[in-house]
């Protein structure tokens, strides 16, 4: 569905107005009547970056939401643009965009026309015929900045972020000053996480427009991956001010600040303040579900009981009943649950059939992990003829402090394959995958290794419920790859962390935690 979008500027002035698509190739242009008013026709939904230009004062710049909840008759978007001060671009830019370099000077007007064209083609959303005249235009003049920048926008748009830092660059060289494509290379970079390049060229960004909300969203996002939250926020909270419905939605990262601080609350806050903003979000669902579940009590000893940790290890377990009961099980059944019976000398013994839980549960013949008491070091809180399952001590105990670290995952789920990680012998390879292999598998991932300590256990794994949905497994990817797939709400663990049988257990399906690109 296309919207009329109708729209004036406050005071009343004469201005030329321009309408760029924020994530997607678009753009339009037109000029207002003597009381601000301007309008665009056939404008499809999505964010959209609104830019004037009044003589005199300079440039200003803000994100709109185009969409069903601000339409008013179902297909007209009427919107007002305050113009205050001291969100114009410096006077210093200003000067600045008014000199005229000798190299633009000497770019030919076939090269102007193949230019304007190509903003001809991409109002009519002409994508391909748009790259074609740019093309031809950075031919005719390589000194061309304004169609390099124009080039590496739609390739970012596009996703192709190596096309996008090239042509970027290309029209830095031929203008050193040019803002534009700065903060653009600096957006790029952090998509190729390039984070320490990143922030060279965000940071003069910022420091060249101080009121722009791209350069301070893009320096909060740098200092976020470089793991510098109070910069991070700082900034972040500043694009928020100057736009706080920027297509960089700095709310969602302030909101993973936040839950980095374990403040539930502000983070629900900037969730809410989100949808404020983005109400037609595709996201929009769960991240209702997100703000609910963020506001509800947190129980640790609840949690932790609706898993199946804390049936790690079970007397007179509450199975479907076999014509020879079983007296313990052991696992936490997620993949599988291995049925014991007491030995005569004391002790335990495997009995031949398992419970699966897939397809509603069913029993079989068992894996063959060959059980002994060593299991239980792992799978029980206490050895003997009556151990327990895992309890609160299993994991704090361990870390001698109120929050455990990676010590206590590592305790169970080794780094390195062995003798621990393995349920039975299995073949030697560098490339091994056991059923106990989540740990070491995780550290031969680049992901974590490129992490620097942000990407460990319970970044994924919630201390006491284990467990996220796709969506929340999702949001922690985009927290280094915020812009992948075009953003689409994918499944990430089914492409980049399958599910396939381990060496030691062949019979099962289990998560292959070395984060990697499918094949």
């Not at 049936?311 to 313990?328: C, I, K, N, V």
């Amino acid at each position: 569905m296309r919207y009329e979008l109708r729209g004036r500027l406050l005071p009343a002035t004469r201005a030329s107005v321009w309408l760029d698509g924020a994530t997607s190739p678009y753009e339009q242009s037109t000029l207002t009547d003597d009381d601000g008013r301007f309008r665009f026709r056939d404008v499809e939904a999505g964010s959209y970056i609104l830019g004037a230009f009044v003589p005199g004062r300079g440039e200003i710049r803000r994100t709109i939401e185009v969409g069903p909840s601000q339409a008013t008759d179902g297909k007209r978007v009427e919107l007002v643009v305050e113009l205050h001060d001291g969100e114009f671009e410096s006077q210093d830019s200003l000067r600045r965009s008014a000199i005229v370099s000798a190299k633009e000077l000497a770019i030919p007007e076939e090269a102007h026309h193949e230019y304007e064209e190509a903003g001809r083609r991409l109002a009519r959303r002409d994508v391909a015929g748009a790259i074609a005249h740019l093309e031809h235009a950075v031919e005719i003049a390589p000194q061309f900045a304004e169609a390099w920048n124009h080039l590496g926008t739609i390739a970012y748009q596009t996703r192709d972020f190596p096309r996008a830092e090239g042509c970027f660059r290309k029209a830095l060289a031929a203008d050193p000053k040019f803002f534009q494509p700065l903060v653009n290379l600096g957006g790029v970079l952090i998509n190729l996480s390039k984070f320490k390049e990143a922030l060279e060229y965000n940071l003069y960004a910022q420091l060249s427009r101080p009121n722009d909300a791209l350069a301070n969203s893009q320096l909060g996002m740098t200092y976020f991956y470089l793991d510098k939250l109070e910069l991070a926020q700082k900034y972040l909270s500043t694009a928020k001010r100057i736009d706080p419905a920027h297509f960089s939605h700095p709310q969602l990262m302030l909101a993973q600040i936040d839950l980095r601080r374990h403040d539930r609350e502000a983070a629900a806050g900037e969730l809410e303040e989100f949808l404020l903003y983005h109400p037609d979000s595709p996201e929009g669902d769960k991240i209702r579900k997100d703000i609910t579940r963020l506001r509800q009590p947190s129980n640790a000893a609840e949690e932790f009981a609706s898993t199946g940790m804390a049936h790690s290890f079970s007397e007179a377990p509450q199975l479907p009943p076999l014509d020879t009961p079983a007296d313990a099980a052991i696992g936490s059944g997620r993949h599988v649950r291995i049925l014991l019976s007491h030995a005569a000398g004391g002790g335990w013994v495997e009995l031949p059939l398992a419970w699966y839980p897939q397809d509603g549960g069913r029993y079989a013949a068992g894996p063959g992990l060959e059980f002994s008491a060593d299991c239980l070091r792992c799978h029980a809180s206490a050895a003997g003829d009556h151990p327990a399952a895992i309890n609160c001590a299993s994991c704090h105990a361990t870390a001698g402090a109120d929050k455990p670290g990676p010590a206590a995952c590592v305790q169970c789920h080794p780094e390195s394959s062995g003798a621990s990680s393995a349920h039975r012998p299995t073949p030697a390879g560098e490339d091994k995958f056991e059923l106990n292999s989540a740990g070491y598998r995780l550290l031969q991932s680049r992901c974590y290794q490129s992490a620097a300590g942000k990407l460990t256990c319970i970044t994924c794994h919630p201390p006491h419920g284990f467990s996220k949905t796709a969506a929340e497994y999702r949001m922690v990817c985009r927290g280094c790859h915020p812009t992948e797939h075009n953003s689409a709400p994918l499944d990430c663990q089914r492409c980049h962390m399958p599910k396939r049988p381990p060496e030691d257990a062949p019979q099962l399906m289990v998560t292959d935690h070395r984060i990697q690109r499918p094949l």
